[in-house]
Nanobody
Framework: RLVESGGGLVHLGGSLRLSCATF????????MGWFRQAPGKEREGVAC????????RLPNSMEGRFTISRDNAKNLVYLQMNNLKPEDTAIYYC????????????????????WGQGTQVNVSS
């Protein structure tokens, strides 16, 4: 089970840190990802991280603003989001992969088989 938290309302340029609490599996054996879905749009990959945390991938548009990290001992995965923009408004989802490494495909939905319920992020201008 995956439970996201940390969403909310922030102003343009603000920051948020999302957390994903994981239950019922050994986190250190799985790559993890963050996705988001805005109204009327497809769910898109935001960031992914390998089992050890040594490898991460983000889309070019989010490099420098978003950072994914994990604490396997605490069964948590994080998404730090800085310099937020109104277009970052979406529901953000945590996802668990059956794979351990952060491969080229890890920003695609098919790389994952379990999803959380999401946390809403709203960025006002």
């Amino acid at each position: 089970r995956l439970v996201e938290s940390g969403g909310g309302l922030v102003h343009l340029g603000g920051s948020l840190r999302l957390s994903c609490a994981t239950f019922g599996f050994t986190l250190e054996e799985h790559a993890m990802g963050w996705f988001r879905q805005a109204p009327g749009k497809e769910r898109e990959g935001v960031a992914c991280i390998s089992d050890s945390g040594l490898s991460t991938r983000l889309p070019n548009s989010m490099e420098g603003r978003f950072t994914i990290s994990r604490d396997n001992a605490k069964n948590l995965v994080y998404l730090q989001m800085n310099n937020l923009k109104p277009e970052d408004t979406a529901i953000y989802y945590c996802a668990q992969s059956p794979f351990a490494t952060a491969q080229n495909l890890c920003l695609q939905r098919d790389f994952y088989d379990y999803w959380g319920q999401g946390t809403q992020v709203n960025v006002s201008s």
